[in-house]
């Protein structure tokens, strides 16, 4: 296991909160227009990923009725499920009264939609697996 690998599996299994409070910072220095955009569960409610739009992502989603985001990190676009297999179904887009969020309501085209695993080795539903206890920890939900 690499350096880097370590500290993703302590960031995304760990139980120590490590918030990165330089995110938005980072998106800024992306170079794209973006706006959240957030994937809701159209049976549950349940929000399962948090990421960002620019102007082709929303196209695209639209067009291929799959959740699409603009990665930050990679610069690039990313239709969720397109390494994986774990699409996120596109039922509707909603736009919040400020226009500067959008609203992905989805249906799960596969397993999960969260990269990390569980202990089977199959993808979580969401990304928001963990809460913060009383002492500020993380524990699974």
């Known amino acids: 296991m690499t350096h880097l690998e370590g500290m993703s599996k302590a960031l995304e299994e760990g139980t120590e909160l490590t918030l990165d409070f330089t995110k938005l910072r980072k998106i800024a220095e ?5 706006v959240p955009a957030v994937a809701q569960d159209v049976e549950t409610g349940d929000v399962l990923i948090v990421g960002y739009a620019n102007q082709l992502a929303l196209q695209t989603a639209l067009e291929e009725k799959k959740a699409t985001f603009w990665s930050t990190s990679r610069n690039e676009l990313w239709i969720k ?8 179904e596109l039922v509707e887009t909603r736009v919040n009264c400020e226009q500067n969020s959008i609203l992905y309501r989805v249906r799960l085209a596969g397993k999960g939609s ?3 695993k569980d ?7 969401g990304c ?12 699974f939900v």
């Open 30 to 34: 992306c170079g794209e227009d973006v």
């Open 81 to 88: 499920g397109k390494t994986s297999g774990d699409y996120l």
């Open 114 to 116: 969260c990269h990390t």
């Open 119 to 125: 202990e089977n080795g199959i993808a979580r539903h």
């Open 128 to 139: 928001y697996y963990r809460r913060i206890d009383s002492e500020g920890k993380l524990e």
